[in-house]
């Protein structure tokens, strides 16, 4: 049995408990509390913000479904998928609160704690004892307009919210957006991987609508690239400013055109082998860097997961169930081909992320901190949090200093949890900041200065935005 | 020359300075100070308990010649084993005493100095000037009945302690311990590595004895896993709730049966090569995973640490002597086969140890924190330490919960040092989480009841003790 | 538009801002800050103090051009290296003030800082606003005898500076020093790489030079190694009490005499291959190790740094312009055939450096709390930092203790950095150690012998200075 107790917000909360730190900590971070949240990178659905009559479902539909965050850690305590994502939203509400005890120490604790006080006015801790009262507190409000999408959307002040896109995507979700007239700003971003790594999932017949919305019959190499291209222009027109790319490794290498079109043809009979598949990955990381120089879309690589680890998961419930384990990734000879042909143009930016902590300071750190056209993504997936983004600070700065990095992103499916996602990084970046004054390393000038480029400037500036 | 000082133990000791995370630290620690100690494993002598007259011996017996974390530090500087691990024990005192200032800032330096004051009451640093002293001191109460084995262990509080023994031993000290009526619960591991791994010394004689000790004639793999499932049938009925396995890396792979039974044919003719060593190994860790699904015995995996490097050492004084140097772990790839087939299974319980602290946050937490099966176990060996424990807490946690963690081991064969591992977990246990209740991000009700979950419950539950 | 500011320096700057441990930090701090310079190993040119009447150039010859922490990173943001390495030095200068704010949180900003204020009274921060004042107020004094490179060495007390020469290298310029009576104590370092490495630039013309300089001539692998030996001898005479090795990976593995030679005639044939070029470095460190055994030089080894990563700067500007990469080492394996048999031997010294800090604890730190010969160096490089130092002292000194450290070296180039650099290390040790008394793990009689041997005792102790 776990107690129950009000877990209001400590104004000062995740500060160093150091009188001197926390007070620096505190003005640094009020003076960006208020800006605008510009979310560069995420996978927030757009049909939320299409339709303007638009609701949230049930609590569970809000918290706990779609997050695999929360289903993971529920499932490694040994309750059943089917029970989460399955049959009564209210008795999945129940699992969840009478579980709310695993979330301690962890950033989907944080996110939790604050959705449901700052959202909702919920100033308690979920327990098997109020969960039933919880999710009728909550279900009460969700139908009402102050709770929609859209509403929520400008009360979190979101200046720009970029969603990520397959190739062939239409994007008429963010078309909808537009006619309708509503001012949220919300702009794809284009990302190829289930066209350019032949592996994917259903590849053949991606390469036929491919063929279908581009208007270039994809026949070959060539036609491919132009298809691409086309894509491009498209996401371009539509606002977007950058691309992205799921890699297990950052491996790159140039094929000749003859060798891309050799291994193309083999994919297209369905007879194409692992390693092609590999060499035409890093192959296209190449092209798709030449485009970026080209068309200016901001290039963003996210390598390292193995993805649906979990074959039971998989079978049953499919990607992004939270079994997605990362790997050791490797990037000073990996990104060699790549950088050194595009890495000193400065009409390219390539932004790289990591789920290998160990390559910051060895790595990462040095290679954005000499090639103009590299800047670092902000701490990732499990290093979303407060220590993650501590050691990102105490390992990448030094070497590559804050103007090599790309401020924030929230990287979430889960909308409701970007206010508390942007509000962690920001206290995170005061007291870390407020860390370096109080040992004379950097003055309050430098850091009042340094918070508003990390809260916002930064982001701004390497996306476009 | 170093200086002699008292050494009192600070009640204080190992909290931040800070004053809202000491008071914390000290509260949290103080709910558990007393609670007895279990010991779900480590290396201590069973025969120790076996004879009710049994004492220590010297002073050397006791702080040096078997403990490696001490001999390797001063064999480090320059000082031959020959004159620590023989002759004189007055001599290797006077040696160690000396030397003492090596130990500063060490864990062992810690441990010492906690025994010498809470066992011995001595309280103040060895040195050159006290050494002969002190080894006087200490060589007059070993004598004493209350400084005997049985009767340190009831003083120390100890609850169960988990030893690990072959899966020949015939466990003759742990049934002695049982028909003396002494009411000390001291309970056998089962490690088969040396019957296991085909590349074991005297593998083919530990195949004869695990035939004659087992009842079943080892002529083939059938045979040979039949022997293995009486072994575990007959540790579990001694009272073992566990297996331990030691392995240079982790790798798994399912053998076919035929495959399977001409490594081992070939391993009983003495013809066996390192690939088929290698495969075997990887094949039956895949075994004893299935076999603790049957029988419920929790499955402990201790990878990573490359044996014996020091030939010369090896050669003239043997293993466990300090050169046993840890390589790079993998282990997203390597248990993949493992933990698909039964890392879903809720009868199953696989801990996880490592001595490549890089896979912590990036794949130790990760798969923790999604397989019901997977547990993490605490920081081993070298990392049993303040700055280990910090490390673990700050990268495991976020993402795996403590709920996913199997508690504290000592895995010590210091009998003595085991009330001060066990006293600097919970500190450090406790100072972790005052770190989190100052800066709010759980309250002290969260944290009252995960310092009882870190210092017994997690270690009795995932032990099943 | 950046702030100009006062920056004078905290006296109590880079300590924690706990009253507790800042009050003991100071003390420590205190009893080394003005213990003279120990400089065991570095770059800079001996040209420097060769001439009496030398004078630095410009504030951009001083601060800029030769520093390559300072154009990687002004490079990173997209400033041509072509506009701070050539042309008008004003102009240079006014580029690196614009920029400043780049080098926040960094160690370059820290040493920056201080020599500005402490070698030449300016305290302000460089700024657009003010870059052409501070250009005239440095370049005032820059001729005047006693901002002389010989003054400023006595002003920063350096007791010894050793530098680092090619094998080949006819250590006129120390040989100047030393007839010219000045009693600046500099000694050169023993570097062959550019002779022991077979691909290294102009290999084949470095031979005939070590012919010529040694009077051995180099026509197989015995008369190279002869040669090696005198050279050897030549440096010890000269002072020498060190060599230093750069390797990509520090494999190690003996030849047969008969191998080396068949791997050394292809090599003068020029028609080795990339495999012998690593069999002769692998081989070349035994041979080396043995050298040392036999003349008492202590051995360094730096590995993992990929070199020139960026070819268009390397083909434009050579080498050490900010694009070298450092890569995942591995050392357990790698050099378990040369400590195997030298590593026990008390005449051997052999110091270990990473790029890779995640060897720290699991690798170096367990090797050199081992073997007798082994120490490990400070942090190098990208890690000569406040946070590197906090990591190396948290993730080493647990296991190998500070007696298996080699004290600090500065490495550099940059003379002006030498006492800043010092002092980083010994506020950061000072701080460390506090941090270890109040939380009581050490007591303040431990820390002040520590900080002693820290600060100067444990360079000399292990470079035989």
Redesign the interface.
């Given at each position: 049995m776990?107690?129950q107790?009000a877990?209001s917000?400590?104004p000062?909360?995740?500060?160093?408990?150091?009188n001197?730190?926390r007070n620096a900590a505190r003005e640094l971070y009020q003076s960006v509390a208020e800006l605008p949240i510009v979310s560069p990178h995420g996978h927030v659905d757009p049909s939320l913000f299409a339709d303007p009559h638009a609701i949230f479902g049930s609590p569970a539909d809000l918290f706990i479904i779609p997050d695999h965050y929360i289903t993971?850690?529920l499932?490694?305590?040994?309750i059943p998928l089917e029970s989460l994502l399955e049959g009564d939203h209210r008795n999945i509400w129940k699992i969840f609160c009478e579980n709310f005890?695993?979330?301690?120490?962890?950033?989907s604790?944080?996110w939790l704690t604050d959705e449901l006080v700052s959202v909702f006015g919920v100033d308690e801790m979920p327990s098997t004892t109020n969960a039933e009262r919880l999710f009728d507190i909550i279900s009460d409000k969700l139908p009402s307009p102050e709770f929609s999408p859209r509403h929520l959307f400008e009360r979190f002040n979101i200046e720009v919210l970029c969603t990520t896109n397959a190739a062939n995507d239409l994007l008429q979700q963010h078309q909808a957006i537009r006619q309708s007239g509503w001012k949220g700003r919300i702009l794809p971003t284009f990302r190829p991987d289930s066209v350019v790594n032949l592996d994917a999932p259903s590849w053949r017949s991606n390469i036929d609508t491919l063929s279908e919305v581009s208007g270039v019959d994809v026949i070959d190499y060539q036609s491919f690239i132009c298809a691409l291209e086309q894509r491009r222009a498209f996401f371009k027109s539509m606002g977007a400013t950058a691309t992205d790319h799921a890699v297990l490794t950052p491996t790159t290498a140039e094929l000749t055109l003859y060798d891309a079109d050799v291994i193309f043809q083999h994919a297209l009979k369905g007879e194409v082998n692992t390693s092609e598949v590999t060499r035409f990955t890093a192959h296209m990381l190449m092209e798709m860097a030449r485009m970026s120089v080209d068309d200016g879309l901001v290039m963003q690589l996210h390598p390292g997961s193995?993805r649906n680890?979990?074959?039971?998961?998989f079978k049953k419930f499919g990607s992004d169930k939270?079994?997605d384990?990362?790997?050791?990734t490797?990037y000073?000879?990996n990104l060699?081909p790549l950088?050194?042909k595009y890495?000193?143009d400065?009409r390219f930016t390539l932004i790289l992320f990591t789920?290998?902590?160990?390559t910051y300071?060895?790595?990462l750190?040095?290679?954005?901190?000499?090639?103009?056209a590299?800047k670092l993504g902000p701490p990732w997936w499990?290093?979303d949090?407060?220590?993650?983004m501590a050691?990102y600070f105490?390992?990448v700065?030094?070497?590559?200093?804050?103007?090599?990095t790309a401020g924030f992103n929230d990287d979430t499916r889960a909308f409701l949890s970007i206010p508390a996602r942007h509000d962690v990084w920001r206290r995170a970046s005061a007291n870390w900041l407020a860390?370096?004054v109080?040992?004379?390393?950097?003055?309050m000038?430098?850091a009042s200065?340094?918070i508003q480029d990390l809260a916002v400037n930064l982001a701004k500036r390497t996306y476009k935005l």
């Open positions: 776990h107690n107790a877990k917000l400590n000062d909360r995740y500060f160093s408990p150091d001197a730190t993971r850690m499932y490694s305590q040994g005890h695993l979330f301690r120490g962890t950033p604790g944080i193995l680890h979990n074959n039971i998961i939270g079994a384990i990362p790997i050791q490797e000073t000879r060699l950088i050194n890495g000193n400065s789920l290998d902590e160990t300071s060895r790595e750190a040095t290679l954005a901190g000499h090639y103009p590299l499990f290093y949090s407060l220590n993650g050691r105490d390992q700065i030094e070497t590559a200093g804050i103007y090599n860390g370096l109080v040992r004379h390393i950097i003055d000038n430098d200065e340094m």
